[in-house]
């Protein structure tokens, strides 16, 4: 598997505040970035794919590529207790066959 | 997103038995399946790509004759961990995605606790 890296954890982040999670990935040629959310001993649940350089939005989430650096990103605005959870940031070259990162666990504070 | 249901959601059983996982895809038809296996604080690791109507493929490492995949409809795969023993105790999860124009999106079902005892 291809090989997909993200900053260790845990990060823990007042309500409110902007939680930052990072990754790389060593396969230039991957095409399709994901985030998912795990709760704990649940699946993961798909919150923002990217597919092109630049930012893409959508609600309090933001993901962020950059291609040519092999890094993308999650920010995530105004963190609520609901947010805390396992994110897993997962890369793939033209399929459904996942690589995921290790996974950055979250912790938003009451 | 679409659906991917999986059963059941937890199961115990007895070292040496068998046990069948079975992986719906409920509104789209699916040609692939991923069978993924995640440890205590550990992330997901790929075991098999499911294939309808033909064998699935084994990531390295992976037994194929201990964790039988069968995918025998645009819906539906099934994993059997065969003479199961504690050290594949584990939570199994599987995934599936509707194949659009530009879209890779996989969803995952709900996944399967075993725990052999």
């Known amino acids: 598997q291809k090989e997909v890296e993200q900053n260790s954890g845990p990060l823990s982040v007042p309500e409110g505040a902007i939680a930052s999670l990072n990754c790389t990935y060593s396969d230039r040629g991957s095409q399709s970035f994901f985030w998912y959310r795990q709760y704990s001993g649940k699946s993961p649940e798909l919150i923002m794919s990217i597919y092109s350089n630049g930012d893409k939005e959508d609600g309090r989430f933001t993901a962020q590529l950059n291609k040519a650096s092999q890094y993308v990103s999650l920010l995530i605005r105004d963190s609520q207790p609901s947010d805390s959870a396992t994110y897993l940031c997962?890369?793939?070259?033209?399929?459904?066959?996942?690589?995921f990162g290790a996974g950055t666990t979250v912790t938003v504070r009451a | 997103g679409a659906v991917v249901s999986q059963h059941p959601s937890r199961v115990i059983c007895k070292s040496g038995t068998s046990v069948k996982i079975e992986c719906r895809s409920l509104?789209?038809?699916?040609?692939?399946m991923f069978w993924y296996r995640q440890f205590p604080k550990q992330s997901l690791m790929l075991m098999a790509t499911?294939?309808?109507?033909?064998?699935?493929?084994?990531e390295q490492g992976v037994e194929k004759d201990k964790f039988l995949i069968n995918h025998a409809s645009l819906t539906l795969s099934t994993l059997t961990v065969t003479s199961a023993h504690p050290e594949d105790s584990s939570f199994y999860i599987c995934s599936a995605g509707p194949r659009t124009a530009g879209n890779t999106e996989a969803f995952f079902g709900q996944g399967t606790r075993l725990t052999v005892v």
């Open positions: 499911s294939n309808e109507g033909s064998k699935a493929t084994y």
């Open positions: 509104d789209f038809q699916a040609t692939t």
């Open positions: 997962a890369v793939t070259f033209n399929d459904y066959k996942l690589s």
